[in-house]
C-alpha cells in the first residue's frame, strides 16, 4: 500500500470527482412541522433540467472546492482545472487524482486556452 508523503506548500494533491445531478423542482409546499409532526413533503415533482458538479478536495488539509456548470464539456473540465491552480498559484506541482474519462486531456486544455475558436475536424 503506497502512502502519501508529507504536503508542502510546494508540492500539492487534490482527488477529484464529477457527477451529474437532476434537478427537481416540488409541485406542492410542504406542510409545516408541528409538535409530534415533521415536515411533511408530497412525492411528486417536476423536473428542472440537469447539471454537472465538479468537487475537488485536499483531505489531508481540510481543503474542497465545487463548481457547479450546466454541462459536462471539455472546457468546463479545463476552467475547473484552472480554478485549482488559481487555490494553489503558490504551488511548484499538483497532482490530481481523477478517472480516465474523455475529456480528462491536454487536448481539453489545448481547446480552451490555446486555441478556443479552432474548429474540430
Known amino acids: 500500500m503506497s502512502?502519501?508523503?508529507p504536503m508542502t506548500k510546494a508540492i500539492r494533491w487534490s482527488a477529484w470527482t464529477e457527477t451529474p445531478r437532476q434537478?427537481?423542482?416540488q409541485v406542492r409546499e410542504p406542510l409545516e412541522a408541528v409538535p409530534g409532526h415533521p415536515e411533511r413533503e408530497d412525492y411528486e415533482?417536476?423536473?428542472a433540467g440537469t447539471c454537472n458538479v465538479f468537487v475537488a478536495?485536499?483531505?489531508l488539509?481540510?481543503?474542497r472546492?465545487?463548481?457547479v456548470t450546466e454541462y459536462k464539456r471539455r472546457q468546463d473540465w479545463a476552467l475547473f482545472l484552472q480554478d485549482?491552480?488559481?487555490a494553489w498559484s503558490g504551488a511548484e506541482r499538483i497532482t490530481l487524482v481523477m478517472d480516465n474519462l474523455?475529456?480528462?486531456s491536454a487536448a481539453s486544455l489545448y481547446e480552451t486556452f490555446i486555441c478556443p475558436g479552432r474548429p474540430r475536424r
Do not use: M
Request: neutral net charge; proline residues 4%.
Open 23 to 25: 434537478l427537481i423542482r
Open 45 to 47: 415533482y417536476e423536473r
Open 61 to 63: 488539509a481540510g481543503w
Open 102 to 104: 474523455n475529456t480528462h
Open 57 to 59: 478536495c485536499e483531505p
Open 65 to 67: 472546492i465545487a463548481k
Open 3 to 5: 502512502t502519501v508523503g
Open 84 to 86: 485549482i491552480a488559481e
